[in-house]
């Protein structure tokens, strides 16, 4: 067998053929049977270029969540160019979605013909990482990787083995149902990589009971403010930035909140620049100048939240009906919540509230006049106890920040904070664009309740053009149908960061930075947590076999040095499922060719268009590439053949506490519906016949057309026929129930472990540091890649620098004797790594700032980013509760975050070893000739 080898220069030079060679190389191989042209010059072919043999449309289905409809054009079996569609549609009277697209969907039929591509299953032929490979048949990929998937399983356990699925596969629909079916059936783990990546707004979970409320993008258009907090749209949301800009010259504020001087800001009307890390305690300020102006919608306070919910003074717990009722009342109802009935001067029930409240309840308050301000006396059986209402503790709470008591923690002056808390208060609607960055933190849930409490004191959640937007995912009906059939739900997906913190020395992690007694207290919470039955004990089985599949998780992982040092270390079998080179194929034992975005079949959705777009084939897969789907098939039946083979009996299982089996010997039949899904043209079909809200065609249809809107998606909101989330707007306009404890919009959590932390409002916390580093790193999504994909493109690095470059305050660099274009090191008392100084005064002194995606293999050492971020076991106490109504843990909606941005380094100018070692060797024979 042939061997290959990789190493760090052949990485860099990534897709760095030239196009003309890459075209003849793929040719002959990109389309059996098509005809051979024989080019003269380079003129020739450029004349070509602007012919073409058919136009197919597609799209690229990655997480940059655009999902841009582009047409693809193909000559002689080589994707040529792409083109934007442009036949999006409006929104009422919104600007058009069109054009979308972006560099990096510009450069994708370049990018695909790129050195970067896997074309062949190879097996590692020497150390891990060492870059040797062999190149194996699919046929002995498939029952190799078998063989070790079925000797752990059998000696293990189904969750030995980990199924990791990866923006990059998931977001393209019959990919993702694929990982689903083939996890539902054998029992994998399937670690999510929402929360994983720290991106799943928990805050907007405890306050809605859901996530990601979202409307579409043309809803920027219907704000009169819009507050671009902690994210840079100019940059990470290039299709739909127009929306910002033309809301903007519509009369509506575009006020930019972030550190560093952006591209979003200096776009906008307005830009703050707060400290790194202290939003909570801006937002918290804006919420007292709202209060003391007295710029409530108190109507929408009364009914939608739980703001005049009455408060026990002597323990800071809820009023409940436990509370007024001898235990084993009928009436004792530990969530039956009460207000001030101003009209009846008494204690009432709240609407909806309770066990015994009927299905048919509403949040209508009909006579009741619920107070918000004042304190009151209540017979309980304990005697009787004096009560307030949630609205008057965040009054008491808000004092603590008034704008001048914040300034040295925020570095904001308080009129700019009375400025924009005025201008967003006065407006109608107002909007808080929010950035997943808030996530990344610690704490960030507290600066997402304050930003939904800003949202709900001025009566925009639910409002058209108003409300925190994040993003909208789309239901996953027709995915979990295939996924489940004929088995019912077995389906294991774990929360990430548990995960890592039960597999990945996290603990030890924590003590080494932030010290043994912080990492105790930690730990201590998770213990009790997993006692409690409130999270799954990850630990309880050994990780011994990785399916990584569409993702690089060596890249980005919290802690990554160690987590590559040791999970990566640890595991037995490594299997990387890509189409292209990475750190993490890199250090795989088997990695296994998938095709690229215009060679594959699929649909891809994402709420902030309303439409359903087609991932058509272009042209057949370079080398034997092939998609997911076909990857999970073959892998399925070699499984069974080993089963079958060996007589393996099916395997004991436990799943929601439930004993079951699972057969392998009939994995293959399983897989495809016993024939009914025999490629991914047929999976696509059945999801789109099966998905509530999507247009019945048929696929021939979609791949005509490109674009289809899907049903009850006129306006900028998504109605109740829509495949997209209605619940906020069922609260707000038809007045259903919030899915949430208390039924309402809730800010106020009066769990023991809130309670304790002092978390039962949302209030500031310092992000923490480590101590002796004096720089808050910063970090974003790029502008010239998805992630790590296409971070080496030629073309995308000669318009940055060349390489990973870091962006550092000019006085900071001169307090350091660095100039523009050194290489520095990066470093705290975790690791180090090098990378390109970028001076910029764009930015605040004592901080750095990197926008992430750099691939490791693209540094020296293969130590990127991650080697400087220690992050991975800070998991929060208030995060791991369970047994409080909506707080329960529940995989992907409600479970902790990996945190990313809780640290601090330095840096200094670096010296590449054999220049260092030429110094110390110059000045030893110095000394020995003096």
Not at 165 to 187: E, Q, V
Not at 788 to 815: H, K, M
Not at 912 to 927: D, H, L, N, T, Y
Request: a negative charge.
């Amino acid at each position: 067998m042939s061997q290959v080898q990789v190493g760090r220069r052949e990485f860099l030079q990534g897709s760095g053929a030239v196009a003309i060679a890459l075209s003849l190389k793929y040719g002959a191989i990109s389309e059996a049977g098509a005809a051979q042209q024989v080019y003269g010059q380079w003129e020739d072919i450029m004349r070509e270029k602007w012919t073409w043999d058919r136009v197919v449309h597609g799209s690229r289905g990655v997480n940059c969540t655009g999902h841009c409809a582009f047409n693809i054009y193909v000559k002689n079996g080589i994707v040529w160019r792409e083109e934007q569609q442009g036949e999006y549609g409006s929104s009422g009277d919104a600007p058009d979605y069109g054009p979308r697209g972006c560099q990096k969907g510009l450069r994708q039929a370049k990018y695909m013909y790129g050195s970067q591509r896997i074309l062949y299953p190879l097996k590692r032929a020497g150390a891990r990482g060492g870059g040797q490979w062999e190149r194996i048949s699919w046929d002995q990929a498939t029952r190799e990787i078998a063989e070790k998937f079925v000797d752990n399983v059998v000696e293990h356990g189904p969750q030995s083995v980990s199924f990791a699925m990866g923006t990059a596969m998931i977001l393209k629909r019959a990919a993702l149902a694929s990982l689903f079916r083939f996890a539902n059936l054998t029992g994998v783990v399937v670690p999510e990589t929402f929360a994983g990546v720290g991106d799943l707004p928990i805050g907007a979970h405890m306050t809605l009971g859901m996530a990601l409320p979202c409307d579409t993008m043309a809803a920027v258009y219907k704000s009169r403010c819009c507050l671009i907090w902690m994210c840079n749209p100019a940059v990470t949301r290039i299709p739909d930035a127009h929306f910002f800009w033309e809301a903007r010259y519509n009369g509506a504020e575009i006020i930019t909140i972030s550190p560093d001087f952006s591209p979003t800001a200096m776009r906008s009307s307005k830009w703050l620049n707060p400290k790194p890390g202290t939003d909570a305690a801006v937002a918290m300020a804006m919420v007292h100048t709202i209060l003391a102006d007295r710029s409530v919608e108190w109507d929408y306070v009364r009914e939608q939240t739980d703001l005049p919910f009455l408060v026990r003074t002597d323990n800071q717990k809820f009023l409940r009906a436990t509370d007024l009722y001898p235990a084993g009342s009928d009436r004792a109802d530990e969530n039956t919540f009460y207000l001030w009935d101003e009209s009846s001067g008494a204690a009432v029930r709240a609407p909806a509230t309770g066990g015994n409240a009927d299905a048919s309840e509403t949040l209508t308050l009909g006579k009741i006049a619920p107070a918000l301000e004042g304190r009151w006396t209540v017979e309980t059986q304990e005697g009787s106890v004096e009560v307030t209402t949630v609205f008057e503790l965040v009054k008491e709470m808000a004092e603590d920040y008034a704008p001048e008591k914040i300034t040295e923690t925020t570095g904001l002056h308080p009129d700019v904070i009375r400025e924009v808390a005025r201008i967003f208060a006065d407006a109608r609607p107002a909007m808080i664009y929010a950035g997943y960055r808030s996530a990344k933190y610690l704490h960030g849930d507290k600066i997402q309740r304050a930003w939904l409490l800003m949202c709900a004191l001025t009566g925009n959640t639910g409002r058209e053009g108003g409300g925190m937007q994040t993003t909208q995912l789309p239901k996953a009906d027709g995915v979990m149908k295939y996924a489940f059939a004929g088995t019912g739900p077995r389906l294991r997906v774990a929360a990430l960061s548990l995960w890592d913190y039960a597999h990945a020395n996290h603990k030890e992690v924590t003590a080494q930075v932030y010290g043994e007694e912080y990492a105790e207290y930690l730990d201590k919470h998770h213990r009790e947590s997993v006692a409690n039955d409130w999270i799954p004990d990850y630990a309880k089985t050994p990780w011994k076999m990785a399916i990584f599949a569409g993702l690089n998780p060596a890249n980005w992982r919290a802690s990554g040095k160690s987590w590559r040092e040791t999970v990566m270390e640890d595991l037995e079998t490594i299997v990387a499922t890509t189409p292209d080179w990475s750190t993490t194929a890199m250090y795989a034992d088997y990695v296994l060719p998938v095709a690229h975005h215009y060679e594959r079949q699929d649909i891809a959705l994402e709420g902030r268009t309303p439409y359903m777009q087609v991932l058509d084939r272009a042209v057949a897969p370079l080398g034997e590439s092939v998609d997911d789907r076909e990857i999970m098939a073959r892998l399925a039946r070699a499984i069974q053949e080993v089963v079958i083979e060996r007589g393996i009996a099916p395997i004991d299982d436990h799943i929601y506490g439930q004993p079951i089996k699972r057969d392998y010997s009939k994995l293959d039949q399983q897989f495809t519906l016993d024939g009914q899904i025999n490629d991914t043209r047929d999976l696509v079909q059945f999801i789109i016949d099966n998905s509530f809200g999507l247009p019945k065609v048929s696929f021939d249809e979609l791949s005509e057309k490109g674009i289809i809107r899907v049903d009850d998606a006129e306006g900028t909101q998504f109605g109740k026929q829509s495949p997209y989330n209605y619940q906020i707007y069922a609260s707000v306009i038809d007045k259903k129930p919030y899915k949430t404890l208390t039924s309402r919009q809730q800010f106020y959590i009066d769990h023991d472990w809130f309670l304790k932390e002092g978390e039962q409002l949302p209030v500031h916390r310092e992000p923490l540091s480590i101590k002796g580093y004096p720089l808050r790193m910063l970090m974003g999504h790029a502008r010239h890649g998805v992630h790590s994909l296409y971070r080496d493109d030629t073309l995308l690095l000669s318009l940055q620098r060349g390489e990973p470059d870091i962006y550092v305050n000019r006085d900071d660099a001169g307090q350091r004797g660095i100039v523009d274009g050194e290489l520095i090191r990066i470093f705290n008392s975790y690791g180090s790594f090098v990378a390109n100084a970028h001076l910029t005064s764009g930015m605040q002194p004592g901080t750095l700032f990197m926008y992430h995606g750099w691939d490791p293999m693209m540094f020296r050492d293969r130590q990127n980013f991650s080697a400087v971020i220690p992050t991975g076991g800070l998991i929060k106490p208030t995060s791991l509760v369970g047994d409080y109504g909506h707080l329960n843990f529940k995989t992907p909606d409600n479970v902790p975050n990996q945190t990313y941005s809780d640290f601090t380094c330095d840096f200094e100018r670096y010296i590449e070893p054999a220049q260092e070692a030429a110094v110390v060797s110059g000045q030893q024979s110095v000394g020995r000739g003096s």
